[in-house]
T-cell receptor, first 116, second 111 residues
Framework: DVKVTQSSRYLVKRTGEKVFLECVQD?????MFWYRQDPGLGLRLIYF???????EKGDIPEGYSVSREKKERFSLILESASTNQTSMYLC???????????????FGPGTRLTVL | GEDVEQSLFLSVREGDSSVINCTYT??????LYWYKQEPGAGLQLLTY?????DMKQDQRLTVLLNKKDKHLSLRIADTQTGDSAIYFC???????????FGKGTRLSVIA
């Protein structure tokens, strides 16, 4: 079974703090993703990565950065946390699809971040 | 751009069938997915269908695909209280691009 783990289930931080959210997958997947989930807005893609040291902006990258130094680990960084970044953060990974293949994503359990 | 559309809420009685509908955006999408999210948890892959299929059945789950109308549905037979969750549909459009998700349908099962 694919396993995607996230470093914390719940996190409380103060405005202005630098926050690191870690995600690790154990299935040698090339692709990794960070989403945030807010009521009524569904999942919104923040950043994704198709390989080590590569990153691509998603739909809402502002206020976030990412790091992928190793294939299995994808970190989301909030340089200076703000209250509007209070949300549920979900990490996912997938195998790079071969021709005609799919991008089946597997999700971690999520980190609920509260910024006070 | 266009969004993957789902109704936000659905309420059914225990034992009835549930049908969750989704309209996707790209007629050339190759794979369509259904994910389930229980309270406080991540998304769990339920099933997916390849675009050359019209129907896929897996125990209590039936997926129907109408490519002409870009319409996907998930039917849950004999709905149980444990089926209460948010259900997301998603489409895979092309060439290693991220999945495009709908906003999710919250299914409430009334005992």
């Amino acid at each position: 079974d694919v396993k995607v783990t996230q470093s914390s289930r719940y996190l409380v931080k103060r405005t202005g703090e630098k926050v690191f959210l870690e995600c690790v997958q154990d299935m040698d997947h090339e692709n990794m993703f960070w989403y945030r989930q807010d009521p009524g807005l569904g999942l919104r893609l923040i950043y994704f990565s198709y390989d080590v040291k590569m990153k691509e902006k998603g739909d809402i990258p502002e206020g976030y950065s990412v790091s992928r130094e190793k294939k299995e680990r994808f970190s989301l960084i909030l340089e200076s946390a703000s209250t509007n970044q209070t949300s549920m953060y979900l990490c996912a990974s997938s195998l790079a699809p071969s021709a005609g293949g799919a991008d089946t994503q597997y999700f971690g359990p999520g980190t609920r971040l509260t910024v006070l | 751009g266009e969004d993957v559309e789902q109704s936000l809420f659905l309420s059914v009685r225990e034992g009835d069938s549930s049908v969750i509908n989704c309209t996707y955006t790209d007629s050339s999408s190759t794979y369509l997915y259904w994910y389930k999210q229980e309270p406080g948890a991540g998304l769990q892959l339920l099933t997916y269908i390849f675009s050359n299929m019209d129907m896929k059945q897996d125990q209590r789950l039936t997926v129907l695909l109408n490519k002409k109308d870009k319409h996907l549905s998930l039917r849950i037979a004999d709905t149980q209280t444990g089926d209460s969750a948010i259900y997301f549909c998603a489409e895979y459009q092309k060439g290693n691009t991220p999945l495009v998700f709908g906003k999710g349908t919250r299914l409430s099962v009334i005992a």
